[in-house]
C-alpha cells in the first residue's frame, strides 16, 4: 500500500511512520477500538505495570501491520496512555496499513 495517511500517522522525512496512540490498560481483550482525540484508541489486554502495557502495544502494532516487533519502537509516551510508536521506514513498505485503518473506521461505523 501506499504511505498512510490518516490523522494519527505521520510520515517522517526519513521514510519512517509515527502512530499516535490513546491505550487503555486491562481490557478484556486487544484490539482497536476507533478514534479518540485524533489518536487510535488501542484496548489493551496488559496492564499498564512493569511495561507489560508498552510491550503489549507494540508486539500488538507489529502483528496487525504484519512487519517484525523489531520494527515497531516506542518512541514516546513511556508512562502516559497516549503514545508515539515508530515503524521503521524498511517496514512502511510492506507494512499492511489497510488493516489499521479498517479497525480505526470499524467503531466509527458501528455507532
Known amino acids: 500500500m501506499t504511505?498512510?495517511?490518516?490523522?494519527?500517522?505521520?510520515?517522517?522525512?526519513?521514510?519512517?511512520?509515527?502512530?499516535?496512540?490513546?491505550?487503555?490498560?486491562?481490557?478484556?481483550?486487544?484490539?482497536?477500538?476507533?478514534?479518540?482525540?485524533?489518536?487510535?484508541?488501542v484496548r489493551l489486554h496488559a496492564p499498564p505495570v512493569d511495561g507489560k502495557a508498552n510491550t503489549a502495544l507494540t508486539v500488538w502494532l507489529a502483528e496487525t501491520l504484519k512487519v517484525p516487533k523489531n520494527q515497531v519502537?516506542?518512541?514516546?509516551?513511556?508512562?502516559?496512555?497516549?503514545?508515539?510508536?515508530?515503524?521503521?521506514?524498511s517496514a512502511t513498505a510492506h507494512a499492511r496499513w489497510a488493516v489499521l485503518r479498517d479497525q480505526a473506521m470499524a467503531k466509527d461505523s458501528r455507532v
Open 3 to 41: 504511505q498512510p495517511t490518516l490523522s494519527f500517522m505521520r510520515v517522517q522525512k526519513d521514510g519512517a511512520v509515527m502512530v499516535e496512540i490513546h491505550v487503555i490498560p486491562n481490557a478484556s481483550r486487544t484490539q482497536a477500538d476507533g478514534m479518540h482525540d485524533g489518536a487510535l484508541r
Open 73 to 89: 519502537t516506542l518512541v514516546r509516551g513511556l508512562t502516559s496512555k497516549r503514545k508515539h510508536l515508530q515503524v521503521s521506514a
